[in-house]
């Protein structure tokens, strides 16, 4: 186990190492100035120069690069050129929101797929396993921000059981944060739980028709005994995998959701970076990002000897 756990622990590292380089290459060696780029034609020398010497583009690229990575470990992301703050400060405030919502939507992902998939496996051809899957179509083709509008007319105009949107501050106490929450992970939960069922279900139905199921069933167990005791662990393999990648996207791909309910997440602020050519805002959000999608594979990874001890020799 801990030649396991040393060998993802060196993945991720050397993942990290990679991905930091492609970024800074992507942004600081591609052909322009990045100082012009971010000021506009209209920048005048000095001012060029002066920004220039704010964003370490004086000296030679591997001790920019050396110069950044050795900040990123030690925390400190650079100075934003637009909020004139610490990079850090801002992307552990709007973290603050990021998180704990794609959480939230994960959380209500997993519990709506797992008992829908596996219904939807037990009773495989039967009216429910079509409706269940005719309902999952729908919430996969159904388009986000619209379900995310329809929901803020329900709850928060007609019932006015939850907030339509902005977030009060986790100050105000945990429960009118996740509540403020609610809405949005909803929105965001309901496509992802749609596909996670159908890999849940299909995962589970390939476990069903394995010989060792068979024996179990044969030596006495029901579907269900034979399912939970010996079938759930090797079904869990491929949902592993997709809720790695669900959880990534809820981090940074919910921007949409994000301007709907007026909440400063991590995905507003890249946008807002982008349109305003702050590329040092950009440069430590992508790699924030990247260090989460590596994390998660990690403990994904990690959760595949847990499930499988047979992956642990691998």
Aim: aromatic share 8%; net charge positive; proline share 5%.
């Amino acid at each position: 186990m801990l030649a396991f756990l040393t060998a993802r622990l060196l993945t991720m590292i050397a993942s990290l190492l990679v991905a930091s380089l492609v970024i800074f290459v992507m942004l600081d060696l591609v052909p322009g100035d990045p100082a012009s780029l971010m000021l506009g034609l209209n920048a005048t020398p000095e001012a060029l120069a002066a920004l220039r010497e704010q964003l370490g583009l004086d000296g030679p690229w591997p001790q920019r690069y050396l110069a950044w990575v050795t900040g990123l470990v030690q925390g400190d992301f650079g100075l934003s050129y637009t909020y004139r703050v610490p990079v850090s400060g801002l992307i552990a405030e709007r973290l603050a929101i990021s998180l704990p919502l794609a959480l939230y939507a994960l959380a209500l992902t997993v519990l709506i797929a797992f008992p829908v998939g596996m219904i939807a496996a037990a009773t495989r051809r039967s009216w429910s396993d079509v409706g269940i899957m005719g309902l999952t179509q729908l919430g996969i083709a159904m388009p986000n921000f619209w379900f995310a509008i329809q929901l803020q007319v329900l709850f928060a105009l007609v019932l006015r059981w939850l907030p339509a949107g902005s977030f009060p501050g986790w100050q105000a106490g945990i429960v009118p944060g996740l509540t403020a929450l609610t809405l949005p992970a909803i929105a965001l939960a309901l496509p992802q739980a749609s596909i996670l069922a159908r890999v849940m279900r299909s995962s589970v139905l390939e476990t069903l028709h394995q010989d060792y199921m068979r024996s179990a069933r044969a030596k006495g167990l029901s579907a269900a005994g034979a399912l939970v005791k010996h079938g759930l662990r090797n079904a869990l393999i491929p949902v592993l995998t997709i809720i790695g990648l669900q959880f990534a996207f809820l981090l940074a791909g919910a921007i949409i959701i994000e301007n709907v309910f007026y909440l400063s997440g991590l995905g507003n602020l890249i946008f807002k970076a982008i349109s305003a050519r702050d590329l040092i805002v950009v440069r430590s959000c992508v790699m924030v990002l990247v260090f989460a999608v590596i994390a998660v594979n990690t403990l994904v990874d990690l959760a595949y000897g847990l499930v499988d001890p047979r992956l642990r020799r691998r």
